[in-house]
């Protein structure tokens, strides 16, 4: 064969990370179960490079070079185990197949593992940026063997986005799941960044009283700070597009139920496994929920809430620079979850994951692609042992700094009955990490009440039980 990479599962992702491969110089073996999309592929767009098209499996294989690398593209799930097991009796010890999909982690292990024992190296790759992102440059998060790396990465670095400093936004993660685990908890951040935003865009609507477009050209003007990103960028556009069947603003005629294809919710429930507080993450994930129960919130709509407290024009002002102060330091606690979160799955699995390279290949392609990202690199390059974003001195400062701001945006939330649940989560987990002591100590104290769950004490080691049915004597557990 003469395909130094094959892509089978020709839908939009695969079509298109097909072409970017093409017009970066590769020769490209196509493949896809309904044979009329390769066919329409090379018919639109075969003049873009070197395309070899192939009916069956065994032709596909064919068309490849020596080790073979061939991406699977296509749904999630069981299609992906499908897909792999015709194709991998036609492979030989050596060959690479790359799955692109948005698998779990779990999923990929299980295959890696399974490949592994007849010689063939699985590679789960998780790739982000949507159909622009794969046709133009996506961020890429491969696992798998280091050997497999060696012929797959440099293949990779040539379709990759690149980082304004011009590095392309692909490493090897880790072994086996690691490059899904990431793309999972990118995917987890993505949700809580929406999530903020969102709730910027309701305080600035119903506080400050501001119209989307008004809100659309406050968000212009923080996507010139600190706040630079493509989903603030994004948002404006939303907000200021108007829709035209009604004249009136688009976002006014969406319907409120947000919707999710659940790698959202893999993140919470591995980071529920994992014991990792990932609460603004979770709290994104139920927002969605909760705007998806129409008849519950129908019938909760007659619910007393607080007074209306219109704000005047420079009051507004004011707070909307509070909401910006709110929103970024909700960010960076955001951040501070899903990389500990990272780092609590590279540890259990063993993947030796180097946090700050995550930050930097999520530096463009991706939908969380951001100039705060390059900060979080240099945090974690210049301390790989980093044990949480918030022991950056930098990163300390600045939500030092915005913390009264940030309380003040809560406490009007809760004021005046606006829903701000990741502001909320986020301020909590940053009290929480402050505080001297916990209730924790309470919680320990009750369930040895009521179980005889034991606890430690502050002042000398081993477990203790209190007696608390008898004379309330203390006794060690050990
Ligand atoms: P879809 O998820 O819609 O899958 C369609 C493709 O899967 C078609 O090529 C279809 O073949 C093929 N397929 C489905 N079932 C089987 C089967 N049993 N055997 C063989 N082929 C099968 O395609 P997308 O392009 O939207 O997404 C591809 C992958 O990329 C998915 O895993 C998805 O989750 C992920 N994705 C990632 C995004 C990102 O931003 N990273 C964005 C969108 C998707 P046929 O034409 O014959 O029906």
Redesign the pocket.
Known sequence: GTAQIGV????????NLARNFARNGLTVALH???T??TRALVDEFGDEGSFVPAESAREFVDALERPRRLII????G???D??IQ?FAPLLEEGDVIID????HYEDTRRRERELRERGIHFVGV??????E??LHG?SIMPGGSTESYASLGPLLERIAAKAPDGTPCVTHVGPDGAGHFV?MVHNGIEYADMQLIAEAYHLLRSVAGYSPRRIADTFRRWNTGRLDSYLIEITAEVLSHTDAATGGPFVDIVEDRAEQ?GTGRWTVQTALDLGVPVSGIAEAVFARSLSGHPALREASRSLQGPAAEPLDEEAAARFADQVEQALYASKIVSYTQGFHQIQAGSEEYGWDIDLGSVAAIWRAGC?IRAAFLDRIRSAFDSRPDLPSLLQDKQFAEEIGAAQDDWRATVATAVRQGVPTPGFSAALAYYDALRAERLPAALTQGQRDYFGAHTYRRTDRPGSFHTLWGGDRSEVAAD
């Open positions: 089978t599962g020709l839908a939009v992702m695969g079509r896809n179960r309904t009329a999309r593209m296509v749904k999630a069981e299609p992906t499908a897909v015709e692109g999909g948005n698998a998780g790739i982000s940026g949507g159909e992102g794969a996506p793309k294809k939908i």
